[in-house]
């Protein structure tokens, strides 16, 4: 078998969120899906774990402190086999400060790599989220890391991967060197806590009338220029899928009875990489092509389109109120 490399593979663990994000790359803003069960959960990493040589893991969802008892497992179960590599758990940090401790001894017991990505710091205070976050840095006995952009280079490599990968890195030009200066780290190797602040949304939805239409822009430039998603793979139901928009495509679509529509079809054929029953060279064929654009990638806009996260666009309360 071929080396199959994944950069990192999202494990989804489902929909609820205390926020309602629009355009979420994994559709909570429009989902209230509980979630896969924990055996299924498991099941699939393992499968994934079998078939791909994953060098990150991760969590998504909905937000992980509505799932401690799911993230938990889900941690134990990847430390089981993998005893040094990274895992994500990613939070928008509302319910940080209630959850110190429970961050602290989940941290010193796997070695979990915690990011904060606070939605809210146009419109709210920051001070409670950000002074969690160095009370839990310091109760990890961690010194704070400046420049706190240097976690990208321990946690995740951008030289390692595939050559798809490594073009793709090449012609986007990252810099994390240019990254916020409210970026806040507290790290030893590759395990710890990072805040950073996230104003903007990247579109994925196009509504008319209310009702979900696809893009259909060039696949090209919507991987390159709008996609949320480029760093990471969508694991669910023992299936991986380029994408949170198109593993949670499906589900979106039934809520809108628009399973039938001409306009999605093209999308609804997307095929994800079944773990049970995929072939070798369909496996092959998903690590070559994971960080380039396939068709379904014109489902996006093919030019960024930023959305200013204010509380129109981040709070459920207000989510009637969206265009």
Known sequence: MKNRHIKLLDAFYGNKCNLACSNCDSRSDELDFDGPSIESIRESILLANEKFDVE?????????????????????????????????????????????DWVVDLVKEYRVWVQVCN???????????????????????????????????????????????????????????????????????????????????????????????????????????????????????????????????????????????????KYLAYKPVDLETSTEEELDYFADTHYCSVDACSMCPGEYRGIEKNKINVLKIHRHERQ
């Open 56 to 100: 990150n893991w991760s969590m998504i969802g909905g937000e992980p402190f509505l799932y401690k008892d799911k993230i938990k497992e889900i941690i134990k179960c990847i430390r089981s086999f993998e005893p040094n590599k990274t895992i994500f758990m990613s939070t928008n940090g509302m319910l940080l400060h209630k959850n110190i």
């Open 119 to 265: 939605h809210t710091p146009l419109f709210m205070s920051k001070d409670t989220m950000v002074d969690a976050v160095h009370t839990i840095g310091q109760k990890l006995g961690l010194e704070e890391t400046i420049p706190a952009h240097l976690w990208w280079y321990d946690v995740f490599s951008l030289e390692t991967g595939t050559d798809n990968w490594k073009e793709y890195v090449k012609n986007k030009g990252i810099d994390f060197e240019t990254r916020d200066p409210n970026d806040i780290t507290y790290m030893r190797e590759n395990w710890g806590i990072h805040y950073m602040e996230s104003p903007v949304f990247q579109t994925i939805v196009h509504k008319i009338n209310g009702i979900p239409r696809p893009f259909n822009s060039n696949p090209a430039d919507a991987y390159k220029n709008s996609c949320p998603s480029q760093f990471c793979a969508f694991l669910h139901d023992k299936k991986i899928y380029k994408c949170g928009a198109l593993g949670t495509l499906e589900r979106l679509l039934e809520k809108y009875q628009l399973l039938d529509d001409p306009d999605w079809q």
